[in-house]
């Protein structure tokens, strides 16, 4: 029972970022006329996502802690890798896109930073960054859900 809670768990955090990764924020920026306005929006909507994604997270690090199913590395490997999703998205939240927000705001929107100020290095970095933590965590459940899945179906047998 607790690795098919934690399966839909894991596939409710990997629906959630995939939909944000690839349809809210490009549509965003497609159908907003105004670049700062579709950034302004995909920065709040990323931010109930990484809010959703820490609470995901430590639900599930929850279920697998009260789960007697695993031993050994297994558990191990569940573990340490619901920890770096879980931190992947506290480090976005807190550190990547609260600095990332700080340059929206001394610039008035990150298309008005000038591509001679050093600033727009380091956005264009964190952005980066972001993206990167972002798809760690998408590529890391995905992982997780087939050893899961798995892990289940040869229990059966």
Do not use: C, D, N
């Given at each position: 029972m607790n690795t098919k809670i934690r399966l839909t768990?894991?596939?409710l955090w990997l629906g959630m970022m995939a939909f944000f990764s690839f349809v809210v924020a490009p549509s965003t920026f497609i159908a907003l006329p105004e670049t700062n306005l579709a950034g302004l929006v995909v920065s709040v909507v990323l931010s109930h996502i990484e809010l959703i994604g820490i609470a995901i997270g430590v639900i599930t690090l929850i279920?697998?802690?009260a789960s007697r199913?695993?031993?050994?590395?297994q558990f191990l490997f569940e573990l340490t890798a619901?920890?770096?999703m879980t931190f992947s998205m506290i480090l976005s939240r807190f550190v990547?896109?609260?600095r990332l927000h700080e340059i929206r705001v001394k610039f008035g929107g990150a298309n008005l930073i000038p591509s001679s100020d050093p600033s727009r290095a380091t956005f264009d970095q964190l952005h980066q960054i972001s993206v990167g933590l972002t798809s760690f965590a998408m590529i890391a459940a995905?992982?997780?859900i087939v050893v899961l899945v798995r892990r289940n179906l040869s229990s059966r047998y």
């Open positions: 768990l894991l596939s279920v697998l802690f199913e695993q031993t050994g590395k619901l920890i770096l990547i896109s609260r995905a992982v997780l």
